[in-house]
């Protein structure tokens, strides 16, 4: 299934579950690079209903479309699918890597290890990232999913 048959899956179950919640809002896909679309929801009232505590919430439309897709196609699809409501996977990163910035520095100036609450492997990649770019640390994910967390270390 190419990626342009998964999107207008994704977006009529996006709308059918805003008009469910009985919540007015616009839904679009927008490709991010040749294997990857995202579908945004914008300009939703009540958008922490659909955010969810940490995002838990989004991640599990998230999930619920991406089993769509699965179970349409057979399983045979190519790409991927991501699902961001409100701008809030864009807010999440750019909040997580001024955390993260912050606490590295304190680690490499300070010497001290210093693990971080456990969080999905989306926001984990983030902290690798973001940690990869300061001279004098690194990182290490420790823990089992879905408790893993990153530990910030000094080199």
Same mark, same amino acid.
């Given at each position: 299934? *190419?990626?342009?048959?998964? *999107?207008?899956?994704?977006?009529?179950?996006?709308? !059918?579950?805003?008009?469910?919640?009985? %919540? #007015?809002?616009?839904?679009? *896909?927008?490709?991010?690079?040749?294997?990857?679309?995202?579908?945004?929801?914008?300009? @939703?009232?009540?958008?922490?209903?659909?955010?969810?505590? &940490?995002?838990?919430?989004?991640?599990?439309?998230?999930? %619920?479309?991406?089993?769509?897709?699965?179970? &349409?196609?057979?399983?045979?699809?190519?790409?991927?699918? +991501?699902?961001?409501? !409100?701008?809030?996977?864009? +807010?999440?990163?750019?909040?997580?890597?001024?955390?993260?910035? &912050?606490?590295? %520095?304190?680690?490499? #100036?300070?010497?001290?290890?210093?693990?971080?609450?456990?969080?999905?492997?989306? #926001?984990? &990649?983030?902290?690798? #990232? @973001?940690? *990869?770019?300061?001279? !004098?640390?690194?990182?290490?994910?420790?823990?089992?999913?879905?408790?893993?967390?990153? @530990?910030?270390?000094?080199?």
């Amino acid at each position: 299934m *190419s990626l342009e048959e998964q *999107s207008t899956l994704v977006v009529e179950f996006l709308d !059918g579950l805003l008009d469910a919640f009985e %919540l #007015d809002a616009e839904v679009y *896909s927008e490709r991010v690079d040749d294997e990857t679309v995202e579908m945004r929801v914008e300009n @939703v009232q009540g958008v922490g209903l659909l955010i969810g505590p &940490k995002g838990n919430t989004l991640r599990a439309v998230e999930d %619920l479309s991406r089993m769509l897709v699965q179970r &349409k196609s057979d399983g045979n699809c190519e790409g991927r699918i +991501r699902v961001d409501i !409100g701008g809030y996977r864009e +807010r999440r990163r750019a909040a997580l890597e001024v955390f993260c910035e &912050k606490i590295a %520095l304190e680690v490499r #100036d300070g010497g001290a290890e210093r693990p971080l609450e456990p969080m999905n492997a989306a #926001d984990r &990649k983030v902290v690798h #990232d @973001v940690v *990869s770019e300061i001279e !004098g640390v690194n990182t290490v994910s420790e823990g089992q999913e879905p408790r893993r967390w990153v @530990v910030i270390i000094p080199e």
